[in-house]
């Protein structure tokens, strides 16, 4: 008989940070479930491609995670 592990899911809200030329113009906010906080921040920035204000029109686009 094996025993079975199983990970436990959480609750995070992540906040990621869109700048331009390395000032910030916009914050969104996500709630991911994942089992640990570096994962969810992964999962958060996978997210934000997705979101409007991930847009190829602007230069020197970045994203980071605030920390919270």
Request: glycine share 2%.
């Amino acid at each position: 008989m094996h025993a079975s592990a199983q990970v436990e899911m959480q609750t995070f809200t992540v906040t990621v940070e869109f700048s331009t030329g390395g000032e910030p113009y916009a914050t969104e906010t996500y709630t991911v479930e994942a089992t640990d906080w570096y994962r969810a921040q992964r999962d958060a920035i996978e997210m934000s491609v997705s979101s409007p204000y991930d847009n190829a029109r602007i230069p020197d686009l970045t994203r980071r995670v605030i920390a919270q």
